[in-house]
């Protein structure tokens, strides 16, 4: 028989303000094998843990029941405590009476009766319960980066700083990502190539990072400190190895009406390109749906041209497998098209743009070299429109509901450096608010308006209509409750931004959980933000919420102190709930190792006594380093020979016998 | 005598508007083409009744010159739909007029051929109880 002690957590007043902590206590006092049973304030607290600890000692305890927060929040905590007193941390059982019963209840009494249902479900199971101790995996010591942004450039290089190896998978051709196309970044108007640059070039000449640009992740095996990766190389029609990056090709290529993405399509490029300038690696890429030779068979210009013979038309995609310990997600975002939002004109009028696009007109490196010319006619503009949350913040199927973070600053932004470069520039801002928390970002937006006298109107756009060139822009100016109607040159979109495409079957792949608008959910919002709940898995940039430059570059280098954390362990500890089978009611099916998402069941013929018979026969085996215990080969088995430690069939229904008593 | 004893509650019931959605945005009276010819505009009605400042409301010019085109309704990223409430504080004036302003045989007679449809759906929408 066990010596069970009960503790019953207050968490302040989270529970007790609807539970009768008190009566939880005294009513489970009288529970089989409790021997000891108490309320307290705050139980993951110092004192806390010291009265477990020493009820422990002074009642000989073999078993501990928590009621508490979700095991989520403290199981490993409350393990470490019974550890500490001597008990195997695996007779520790806690009753989730705070998520799972205070927060969601109203009514006290009823409250009160199910927390101490709770309770009796987890002392019953804690009565089945048997030591358990975890078994070692070791850890590969490299990490995989995914996406080659700012935030996963970022990552890879303080992984590297820390002397791992460290890989960066690209789908484009060149790392940079979003930062790469924009001008100045905020709030300190330094150009983003000037900061970013330098960055890619580390990256690129680092030797503890391994670039893989037009790649993608294909396939995902494996777990925590053993994952295995498959990584798809696409075709690019030029041998890496070879090309210089001279440009000859790109210059000489016929096939020049393709839209050139790195510009938005602003101009063209040829079928072969490199994206820009600064691209790292700078190597050639040809585009097979732009290519004349590719098409047609005939032309072959760029391998005519280039003299480090690096085109290769017959170039096939290949697979590249390695393994890794731990793998960060860095796929960011990409900015909507507001085609659905017809009142601003954006499918119609070419001076209609989105504010990426416009990051382009301003741009040195861009289109126009800087100049900021009118899409439709190429003359300056003297009145530009910004019109901010189009498509953020909205309830409609055509808003995102989230306020997408960085727009009230980049517009704030563009204000400015078209006043800067234009003083007679006419600029107006229309807003609903205007959200600039951060270090130095009101001082930033009050300077558009004080200093550079951009006319901020507390209103929206409500139509926006070409006539004779010029856009009517009808809106509202709530502060002085009138409709107004003005003319402009061009009109600016702040468009939502949203996580890229790639990001959802990316997480399918990794089993890492996502929000319904596609961010990857963190394993705690306020306490390991750049975690997945998947372990193994860290998050960097946007691919958990928008973010703006300073915030990415701060929590891409806290995803990479989190990774060099796991990296620099030799073994981890598995978790040893995992499954195994009972050689004498396993009949050899194959049933479980079919379903096993992890690979862990093997099989081998084994003699086995059974009934006095003495036989050979074929029994699952469960690598209990690669068992994750998700019980998946437990419910399939057709004869009850797997089982899962910790989690029993006979200690659930226990816990259920328990709550229905 | 108009009864001004309408409460928000019923104007919210009777449209199934909540204005708490509101984010004052100020969409609806940027997008409203009749704006000027009303005295109290989108915005304000739903700002208005919020606060349970209906009766100006009730005796407004604007609630006749709506055109119910429902712009303000589709262009609403909280989906509060100002329509819908402009709606609801002219049925609560014309649910105590006691008589209809237009009977379905009227119509014909009145037809015009520049007239769009809608406005005609919308006329009746207004005038009849």
Redesign the interface.
Known sequence: MQRIGVFVCWCGTNIAATVDVAKVAETLKSEPGVVFATDYQYMCSASGQEIIKNAIKEHNLTGVVICSCSPRMHEATFRKTVQAAGINPYMLEIANIREQCSWIHKDKEEATEKAIILGRAAIAKVHLNAPLTSMESPVVKRALVIGGGIAGIQTALDIADAGFEVDIVEKQPTIGGKMAQLDKTFPTLDCAACILTPKMVDAGSNDKVNLYTYCEVDKVEGFVGNFKVTIKQKPRYVDATKCTGCGECTTKCPSRKNPNEFNMGFDNRGAVYIPFAQAVPKVATIDPDDCIYMKTGKCGLCAKVCTAGAINYEQKEEFITKEYGAIVVATGYNQIKPTEFEEYGYNNYKDVVTSLEFERLMNAAGPTGGHLLRPSNGKEPKKIVFVQCVGSRGQSCRDKSYCSKICCMYTAKHAMLVKDHYPDVDVTVFYIDVRTPGKNFDEFYRRAVEEFGVHYIKGMVGKVEEEDGVLKVQASDLLANAQIHMDADMVVLAAAIEPDKSARPLATMLTASMDTNDFFTEAHAKLRPVESPTAGIFLSGTCQGPKDIPETVSQASACAAKVIGLLAKDHLLCNPCVAHSNETLCNGCSTCANVCPYGAITYEDRLVMDKGVRETRRIAVVNEAVCQGCGACTVTCPSGAMDLKGFANRQIMAEVDAICR | MLNTKISKEDLERISGVNTR?C??????????PN??AMDY?P??FIDMVDKGNIAPLLESKAIWTCLSCM?CLQ?????VEPAKLIEAVRLAVVRQQGENRLAAEDIPELLDEDLPQQAIVSAFRKYKK
């Open positions: 959605k984010m004052k945005c100020g969409k609806c009276s940027a997008t409203c704006f000027d505009h915005h304000q712009a262009r609403c990223p909280r989906s």
